[in-house]
């Protein structure tokens, strides 16, 4: 079945850098992706609409300038956690829907899971 | 109101048992319910998703939707100590594009030998 990949799975940074997680679709092409946080013992809450060769679409209180998100390719989106802050300590989530766009054609990547220090 | 809502739980059941976990959700306009499961510390996995009124089922899994109620369900058969996770309702809210899903705030479920 198709398979989204998330890299990296674990990441440990110091506060104020920056962090990359990328998102990508190894046996498919993603026209879009979505981009999820998940805070502990809570729910996925969605943050941002990734378009391959578009602007990314972000959900109400969620940074763009803190979140850059960059879908350059039908197989890859990047999420860049600029100037991480502990707060900002997450598990990272995305999700690729399809070409198609058929029902069901929504697959997730293994998550990442970032702690700042 | 939450847009989706389920019990957090934790729902306990012996193994061999029904489990049945339920959700409702706010938009009459959603149009696509998925329900996932999801072990600490991993990424949700899709069980099933439901688009028409009525049941649907996948083995040991049913899901059930009822529009006019602003209800889906999934019920597990021959409940396994394997399902023990937490599990996920998601809606893909009317007017949004698909695959933009809400999620509630999932249901711990465990079963018991």
């Known amino acids: 079945g198709a398979v989204v990949s998330q890299h990296p799975s674990r990441v440990i940074c110091k506060s104020g850098t920056s962090v990359k997680i990328e998102c990508r679709s190894l046996?498919?092409?993603?026209?879009?992706m979505f981009w999820y946080r998940q805070f502990p013992k809570q729910s996925l809450m969605l943050m941002a609409t990734?378009?391959?060769?578009?602007?990314?679409?972000?959900e109400q209180g969620v940074e763009k300038d803190k979140f850059l998100i960059n879908h350059a390719s039908l197989t890859l989106s990047t999420l860049t956690v600029t100037s991480a802050h502990p707060e900002d300590s997450s598990f990272y989530i995305c999700?690729?829907?399809?070409?198609?766009?058929?029902?069901?054609?929504?697959?997730f990547g293994e998550g990442s899971r970032l702690t700042v220090l | 109101q939450k847009e989706v809502e389920q019990n957090s739980g934790p729902l306990s059941v012996p193994e061999g048992a029904i489990a049945s976990l339920n959700c409702t959700y706010s938009?009459?306009?959603?149009?696509?319910f998925f329900w996932y499961r999801q072990y600490s510390g991993k990424s949700p996995e899709l069980i099933m998703f439901i688009y028409s009124n009525g049941d649907k089922e996948d083995g040991r899994f049913t899901a059930q939707l009822n529009k006019a109620s602003q209800y889906v369900s999934l019920l597990i058969r021959d409940s396994q100590p394997s399902d023990s996770a937490t599990y996920l309702c998601?809606?893909?809210?009317?007017?949004?594009?698909?695959?933009?899903?809400?999620f509630g705030q999932g249901t711990i479920l465990t079963v018991h030998p």
């Open positions: 998601a809606v893909n809210p009317g007017g949004t594009s698909y695959g933009k899903l809400t």
């Open positions: 938009d009459r306009g959603s149009q696509s």
């Open positions: 990734s378009n391959e060769g578009s602007k990314a679409t972000y």
């Open positions: 999700s690729a829907r399809g070409t198609s766009g058929g029902s069901g054609e929504l697959f």
């Open positions: 046996d498919f092409q993603a026209t879009t």
